[in-house]
Structure formats: C-alpha cells, structure tokens
C-alpha cells in the first residue's frame, strides 16, 4: 500500500515546488550565486558555478609589492568547458577555489536558489516510510524503481526537502543491508557459513542490480544545495564511505580478474547496462557531489583507502569513462583544499597516476582533468620544488601547452608551470635548464602565437616569475625572449602588458648589475705569444692587441 501512494506524493511534492518557484520568478528573478552568502563558503572562498566536469579553479598570484595585477574575466573556451581566472604571479596569496559544480560530461542538476527546508519537510518522507517496510525483494525494488521515477528531476529544493526528511539515511541503510546480504551469500558458497542454505549467483546478480538502482537514487538526491549536501555528509558520511569504497573495490576486483559472476541479461548488455559498470559510475558521481562542499574536502581526502580507490579508477582505460571522468574531476576538487595539497603530492603514485592520464589516455576530457589536478597541487608552495624535480612533469606540461587542441587544457598546463615557476631561484634555474632551454623556447612561442588571450598572458607570466638573478644570463641569450616581452609591453597597456614591463625590469636589472660587477673587476696584464690578454678575476679575457 505504502508503494502504491509513492509516486503520487512525490509528484505533488515535485508540482507544489515548481509552482512556488514560479511564483518566485515572477516576484524577482532568482540569483545563482545566493549560496555564497554561506559564512562557512565565505570562508574558503568558494564561487557557486555550473556543475560541469572540465571547470576551472581561480586562481591567483601576486607580481611583486610594487606591481598589483587586476582580474581579467576569460571567454569560454571549445569543448564548451568554462571557467574564471585572476591573473596575477609571483607569490600566491589566495588559496585555489573549488569547483562547486559539474554538467560537462553528465548533467546533475540545474543550480537554484537554497531555501530554508520547512518544518513539514522534517516529517518522515513517504519514500523513507516505504522503504522501511518494503521487506520482500519484490516490494524494495518496487520501491527504488518508484523513487528512481520521481527522484529524476533537477529542482535542488526538492532533492534538499527529501535529504532533510531522511531519505539519504534510509538508502545508507539499505546499501549497508545489500551489502551484508551478499557478504553472506559469498560466505554460504565458500562453505564458511552453513546457517544461511547457499545460493547461486544468479540470486548474488540480483542483489548486484539493486546496489545500482539504490546508488542511483543516492545520486539523484545528491543533485541538492551544496548546504544540504554537507549536513548529509555530516549524519551519513562515516557509513557511507566505507560501503562506497568497498562496492567500487569488488567492481575493480571483477573487471581485473573478468571472472565474477554474470550480472546481466543478453538484452542489458546491448543497452549498456551492466549493473557493474552502473555502479562504478554512480559511486564516483556521488563521490563528485560530495567534493563539491569544502566541509567535505579534508574528510573525504584523509579518509583510508579514499585517494587510493580514486587513483586506480582513473587510470584503468578500460572503466566506463564517466567514472573514471568523476574519478578525476574529485581528485582536481581535493586538490583545492591547501590542507589536502601536501599530502595528495606525497600519496603514492598519485602523481605519476596523473602524469600517465596526461600523456597516454585516450580522451582529452581526461587529460584535461588530469592536468588540471596537477595544476592545484602545484599551487602550494611546499610542492614547487617537488613538482618542479619531475622531469616528465614538466615535459608533459609542455606537450599540453604546446599541442593540446583543448583550450581549456592548454590554460592548466600554462597555469601549473606558471605556479611552479614562483619557486625559489634554484627552482627557477632548473625549470629554465630542463631539457636544454625547452622550456624557454616552448613558453616564448606560447607567449607570441597561441590563439587563447589567457594562454599568452600567463605565458608571460611564466616567463616573469622565471626571472631572477640566477637565470637573468640564461634567458637574456635566448633567442626572441627579450623581443616578445617588449612587444608585450608595448601591447594594448593590460595586465599583460605590466607583466612583461615588470619581466623586462627585472631581467635588465640582474644583467646590468652582473656587468658592472664584471667591468669594476681590475684587469691584469698577462704577456702571452705575440699579445697581451687582459684577464678579470671573474675569469673572462680579452686580447688587446698583437703588437705589444
């Protein structure tokens, strides 16, 4: 009975708050950006975008005390991927804001306006009372199918109004019931249990397909505020991870070994529906909305096992790209939390995880994503030199700048060296040295001839923080360095144009000023065949004449 009311409800619940919404918009229109009054988002400086795979972070460094540059607002990209950068260098001074949200490669939801749940909505929702008493298989697929009906909508308010009436806690504990149920079954056909009869797996299968269609509906609800996603957190989170983690890892364990049991009819593998890769899919996506909230960012990074699942999604080719996509897209949120960045550039294999998605996967979303985590742990300062030690770091930033034909990619690579490049001078004198000066060579063409304003702004940017008295030699001889910074200093009078005065400043400073240590050494005359070499200190000599 509780079943057959489900849909109903839910449908007048879903009609009741579209038609309030609209009475809204005819009121005043609604704002976006309205959950950024948040204290706690304030805080961390979190912006409200839309929801897409491939977004971008802010960020930003300063020039130097006398040299302030101003934010510069970007155009969109191709491959429709959008993003927001303040372009200033040198020492960073705001920590890399979070990417709230992701619709790139698979829509979660439209973003609305976050409104006070009212106290009705903290009653018991119909589809939490029917699930507690849906005891049969029959009747709890009846009802997931029911809630997978009327959970399927984009409106964040109702997805807020059924989290708050507990429906995010009533699936946990049905995931953690799925999950004992098949624990038991591998324990009867094992023969390590004798109190349950055994079963095939046929009956395991069945229960495999109704851990997809619960994470599906976790993830549909999941579509809600960012405020509501981490009061979730806050009451199921420590359940939750654990069941998450151990699913994803009995998906991986089946895929690697190919020899689990067969979860899906001849008719679902033709429409791709196997109920394994649904749950790889749905797992990471729900993963992703969690890392959307910075309360959840240092919890979900520090969480055992967490990084590590993330990392081994990410580089398996062979998984459905929407998880492995998700898997990425997480590990670049977590990247932006300052107290994550240390610790994720330490985590074993995480960066040569990337590095391999970067230069070797087959889709450019993904090495797109790939980048961009870096490009985040590169922020922190303690992982400049770090970073900056990696030859094949640094060669692969190079390739994304140079032959990416995704902007968006080309802008992350430009960044994560421009952030390395704030370094100490040793640093800087590695990264101008690394495999012979290609460095130079690759960001002065960047700086001269890509397509993208950003691109060639924060080329010059690298090129300005790679100044210093220690490399001031090595870039005043190469070739069209000094050309392209004048001709961007002279340019439209923009940030850039700052950039490359302040970069032309800098170097002309450090080379002067070893010149003229040079030309105030005292010269010595030393007698040598038929001429006189007039030998400085410092080691260079001149021959004067032959006649002497």
Known sequence: ???????????????????????????????????????EEEKHNVNQDSITHSEEMRDEE??????????HEEEHCNQQLHSSHELSFEKPNKRPKITHENNRLHSLHDPMIPVCVSDECCQLSPFSSALSQSVSRHDRIRTIVSACAAFDHNNALVHDSEIAAGSDAALCKHLAFLQLLILKKRMCREGKDSIIENVDDSSESEIVEEIQQTLTVLEMLYRCTTTQLSNSFEKIGKELLPLLLSMLEDCIHKHERRDGPVSITSDQYSKGLDPNNVIMTKGTKIMAHLARTTQCLVPLANHRGFLSILRRISVTATLPDKSRFSALWTLGNLGCDADNMIMMANHPGLIDSLLEVADRDRSPEARCHAVKAMMNLAWRPENKTPMSEIPRLLSSMLRMLLYSGIVQARRHAASCLRFLASAPPKTKLRIVLHDNGSILSSVVNAASSDKDRYVRDCATGILSNLSCKETSKVMGEHP???????????????????????????????IQSANTKVLSNPLTPRKIDKGVVLVRSGGSSQIQSDGI
Do not use: W, Y
């Open 62 to 71: 300063c020039l130097s005390s006398s040299s302030t540059i101003d934010s």
């Open 480 to 510: 069209g360095l000094f050309d392209i910074l004048a001709k961007v200093a002279v340019g439209d009078g923009g940030k850039a144009s700052k950039i490359a005065a302040a970069a032309l400043c800098s170097l002309s400073e450090h």
């Open 1 to 39: 009975m509780a079943e057959a009311m489900l849909i109903p409800k839910f449908k007048n619940k879903i009609t009741s708050s579209r038609e309030n919404l609209e009475a809204l918009n005819r009121k005043s229109p609604l704002t976006i950006n309205s959950e950024q009054k948040d204290d």
